[in-house]
């Protein structure tokens, strides 16, 4: 088993972002599947096809990849951030994707791939499916949270198992789980009221899917980025807890 993150390089995206989430995996090999020729510090395998954005995700599944196509792999984005120890998931066995987590309340959420792990044996199934047609596949335009390169593989893996059920409280959302309204990246529409701010204890992984990205958030459980990121971070976070104050304190409001 080996851990694998996907680095198609953008003006969101670098080389960094993938020394920083391989700084965060302790004692496992971590690969980074990319079109970076080099990144010191981090092994890299190659992305041989050139399908754009979360599509590059796709080979993942690439049953004859000459570094990662035997190999049993758990999946990280690039902008996960590691809190515990990840010693359980590395243990699973069958195809596992997370629920959505925009639909936490749902009794058939949509699947996500944000964490997935992907057995060997079962990679072709995608692969296969995928390269019938990858421009129709990738022009379908489905609707979120069935869109992109998730949809896609939910459709292929319907019975995949759930991260959130096989290990509850593990994989968890920045913001489902820990926002709050005075600060960074709150959301209303994903909030559920049981927030605290702060990472749970039992939690090992926390997915920001979307914005803010975890470095630019400026919290202490997430490893720095760059100093630059941190400060302005935390500036922001300090503006936000002062406004929530201020509204508070203002009886006019």
Request: positive net charge; contains cysteine.
């Amino acid at each position: 088993m080996i851990i694998v993150s996907v680095l198609r390089q953008s003006k969101d995206f670098t080389a960094k972002h993938a020394q920083w989430l391989s700084k965060q995996i302790k004692g496992h090999r971590f690969i980074c599947l990319t079109d970076a020729k080099h990144i010191p510090g981090v092994e890299t395998a190659p992305l041989l096809y050139d399908w754009p954005g979360w599509w590059a995700k796709i080979e993942l599944f690439n049953p004859n990849h000459p570094i990662i196509g035997k190999e049993d792999i758990l999946y990280f984005d690039i902008d996960t951030v590691i809190t515990g120890d990840i010693s359980e998931l590395a243990k699973v066995k069958n195809f596992t994707m997370l629920n959505d987590f925009s639909e936490a309340n749902s009794e058939c959420p949509a699947p996500a791939s944000g964490v997935m792990f992907i057995p060997a044996d079962k990679k072709h199934l995608a692969w296969e499916k995928f390269n019938s047609d990858p421009d129709a596949i990738i022009n379908s335009n489905c609707p979120p949270p069935y869109h992109g390169d998730q949809g896609f593989i939910g459709s292929v893996y319907k019975n995949a198992d759930r991260w959130q059920n096989i290990l509850p409280r593990k994989i968890i959302s920045y913001k489902v789980d820990i926002a709050t309204k005075d600060m960074i990246g709150f959301n209303p529409s994903l909030s559920f009221g049981s927030s605290a701010g702060k990472v749970p204890l039992d939690a090992v992984v926390v997915c920001f899917h979307g914005n803010p990205r975890p470095w630019k958030t400026g919290f202490s459980w997430v490893p720095t980025f760059s100093l630059k990121e941190k400060v302005c971070g935390k500036l922001k976070g300090l503006k936000l807890k002062l406004k929530s104050l201020s509204l508070k304190n203002d009886p006019i409001r």
